[in-house]
Protein backbone atom coordinates (compact mmCIF):
# COMPACT_ATOMS: atom_id res chain seq x y z
CA UNK A 1 0.00 0.00 0.00
CA UNK A 2 1.60 3.25 -0.87
CA UNK A 3 0.85 5.11 2.08
CA UNK A 4 1.39 8.77 2.45
CA UNK A 5 3.96 10.22 4.96
CA UNK A 6 2.69 13.11 7.35
CA UNK A 7 5.87 15.44 5.94
CA UNK A 8 4.93 14.46 2.00
CA UNK A 9 2.19 15.67 0.17
CA UNK A 10 -0.36 13.22 -1.19
CA UNK A 11 -0.55 13.50 -5.08
CA UNK A 12 -3.59 14.79 -5.29
CA UNK A 13 -2.30 17.22 -2.85
CA UNK A 14 0.59 17.69 -4.98
CA UNK A 15 -1.69 17.62 -8.18
CA UNK A 16 -3.57 20.49 -6.96
CA UNK A 17 -0.56 22.76 -5.87
CA UNK A 18 0.82 22.22 -9.29
CA UNK A 19 -2.16 23.23 -10.77
CA UNK A 20 -2.10 26.26 -8.48
CA UNK A 21 1.52 26.97 -9.44
CA UNK A 22 0.97 26.97 -12.88
CA UNK A 23 -2.02 29.19 -12.51
CA UNK A 24 -0.11 31.98 -11.12
CA UNK A 25 0.06 35.22 -12.77
CA UNK A 26 3.83 35.46 -12.57
CA UNK A 27 3.90 31.39 -14.36
CA UNK A 28 1.32 32.40 -16.51
CA UNK A 29 3.32 35.30 -18.23
CA UNK A 30 7.49 35.55 -17.80
CA UNK A 31 8.77 38.41 -17.02
CA UNK A 32 10.46 38.76 -20.31
CA UNK A 33 7.52 38.67 -21.90
CA UNK A 34 5.15 41.05 -19.79
CA UNK A 35 3.16 43.52 -21.93
CA UNK A 36 -0.13 45.13 -21.19
CA UNK A 37 -1.83 42.92 -23.61
CA UNK A 38 -0.06 39.92 -22.61
CA UNK A 39 -0.98 40.42 -18.91
CA UNK A 40 -4.25 41.72 -19.12
CA UNK A 41 -5.34 38.86 -21.08
CA UNK A 42 -3.60 36.12 -18.48
CA UNK A 43 -5.18 38.19 -15.60
CA UNK A 44 -9.02 36.35 -15.51
CA UNK A 45 -7.48 33.11 -16.17
CA UNK A 46 -4.55 33.59 -12.93
CA UNK A 47 -5.37 32.70 -9.18
CA UNK A 48 -7.83 35.47 -8.43
CA UNK A 49 -6.29 38.07 -5.59
CA UNK A 50 -8.62 37.37 -1.99
CA UNK A 51 -11.33 39.13 -1.89
CA UNK A 52 -10.73 39.30 1.80
CA UNK A 53 -7.58 39.76 3.85
CA UNK A 54 -6.47 40.49 7.93
CA UNK A 55 -6.10 43.87 9.19
CA UNK A 56 -2.60 45.12 9.56
CA UNK A 57 -3.04 45.50 12.99
CA UNK A 58 -1.48 42.13 14.37
CA UNK A 59 -3.78 42.54 17.43
CA UNK A 60 -6.70 42.29 15.57
CA UNK A 61 -8.41 39.35 14.27
CA UNK A 62 -10.63 41.35 11.18
CA UNK A 63 -10.65 40.67 7.79
CA UNK A 64 -11.81 42.98 5.59
CA UNK A 65 -13.52 43.00 2.14
CA UNK A 66 -11.86 44.30 -0.72
CA UNK A 67 -13.86 47.07 -2.33
CA UNK A 68 -14.72 46.61 -5.86
CA UNK A 69 -12.92 50.59 -6.63
CA UNK A 70 -11.34 52.99 -4.63
CA UNK A 71 -8.47 53.07 -2.41
CA UNK A 72 -7.70 49.52 -0.89
CA UNK A 73 -8.16 49.51 2.80
CA UNK A 74 -5.14 48.10 4.78
CA UNK A 75 -6.78 48.33 8.42
CA UNK A 76 -10.69 47.64 9.82
CA UNK A 77 -11.00 50.69 11.32
CA UNK A 78 -9.16 54.04 12.04
CA UNK A 79 -8.33 52.98 15.84
CA UNK A 80 -6.78 49.87 14.62
CA UNK A 81 -4.68 52.49 12.20
CA UNK A 82 -3.82 54.40 14.81
CA UNK A 83 -2.91 51.45 17.69
CA UNK A 84 -0.52 50.00 14.82
CA UNK A 85 0.75 53.37 14.18
CA UNK A 86 1.17 54.27 18.29
CA UNK A 87 2.86 50.31 18.44
CA UNK A 88 5.32 50.76 15.52
CA UNK A 89 6.60 54.20 17.43
CA UNK A 90 6.79 52.95 20.55
CA UNK A 91 8.98 49.68 19.23
CA UNK A 92 10.93 52.00 17.32
CA UNK A 93 11.62 53.94 20.56
CA UNK A 94 12.31 51.19 22.48
CA UNK A 95 14.91 49.76 20.20
CA UNK A 96 16.89 52.99 19.89
CA UNK A 97 17.49 53.36 23.70
CA UNK A 98 18.48 49.61 23.48
CA UNK A 99 20.65 50.05 20.32
CA UNK A 100 21.79 53.50 22.44
CA UNK A 101 22.83 51.17 25.58
CA UNK A 102 24.69 48.53 23.13
CA UNK A 103 26.70 51.23 21.38
CA UNK A 104 27.54 52.90 25.09
CA UNK A 105 28.76 49.03 26.55
CA UNK A 106 30.39 48.37 29.58
CA UNK A 107 28.35 46.96 32.51
CA UNK A 108 28.75 43.46 33.44
CA UNK A 109 28.10 40.62 31.25
CA UNK A 110 24.60 39.32 33.12
CA UNK A 111 23.33 43.39 32.05
CA UNK A 112 24.94 42.77 28.40
CA UNK A 113 22.75 39.73 27.97
CA UNK A 114 19.50 41.80 29.96
CA UNK A 115 19.99 44.47 26.62
CA UNK A 116 20.95 41.86 24.56
CA UNK A 117 17.77 39.71 24.84
CA UNK A 118 15.01 42.39 25.26
CA UNK A 119 16.38 43.75 21.83
CA UNK A 120 16.13 40.86 20.21
CA UNK A 121 12.23 40.69 21.36
CA UNK A 122 11.83 43.97 20.13
CA UNK A 123 12.81 43.24 17.18
CA UNK A 124 10.58 40.27 16.90
CA UNK A 125 7.77 42.37 17.97
CA UNK A 126 9.07 45.04 15.25
CA UNK A 127 8.64 41.99 12.61
CA UNK A 128 4.63 42.51 12.45
CA UNK A 129 4.45 46.42 12.42
CA UNK A 130 7.14 46.82 9.32
CA UNK A 131 5.51 48.82 6.66
CA UNK A 132 7.04 50.36 3.77
CA UNK A 133 7.98 53.92 3.60
CA UNK A 134 4.67 53.91 0.92
CA UNK A 135 1.95 52.16 1.63
CA UNK A 136 1.14 52.17 -1.73
CA UNK A 137 3.95 50.20 -2.93
CA UNK A 138 5.09 47.15 -0.61
CA UNK A 139 6.95 45.55 -3.15
CA UNK A 140 9.61 48.52 -2.57
CA UNK A 141 10.75 47.17 0.53
CA UNK A 142 10.21 43.48 -0.37
CA UNK A 143 13.01 43.93 -2.77
CA UNK A 144 15.37 46.50 -1.27
CA UNK A 145 15.44 43.74 2.13
CA UNK A 146 14.11 46.81 4.14
CA UNK A 147 14.32 46.14 7.85
CA UNK A 148 13.75 49.53 9.03
CA UNK A 149 11.35 51.98 7.81
CA UNK A 150 11.87 54.68 10.32
CA UNK A 151 10.79 58.13 9.31
CA UNK A 152 8.03 56.52 6.89
CA UNK A 153 5.76 59.01 6.34
CA UNK A 154 2.48 58.56 7.75
CA UNK A 155 0.16 57.25 5.42
CA UNK A 156 -3.60 57.81 6.25
CA UNK A 157 -5.14 54.41 5.09
CA UNK A 158 -7.70 52.94 7.14
ZN1 LIG B 1 -8.42 45.76 12.84
Redesign the pocket.
Known amino acids: MNEPTKTRLTTSKRKALRELMSRRLNTLVPLEGATIQSVAAACPKAVASPLRM ?4 P ?4 K ?1 ARPAAGRLPL ?3 R ?3 E ?1 FDYERGELLADISVLNAAMQAGKGSHAERRIVQVELANKRWCLQRYVVPADRTQPEQMVNARQASTAGSKRANDL
Open positions: RCLNECIKIFCSSCRA
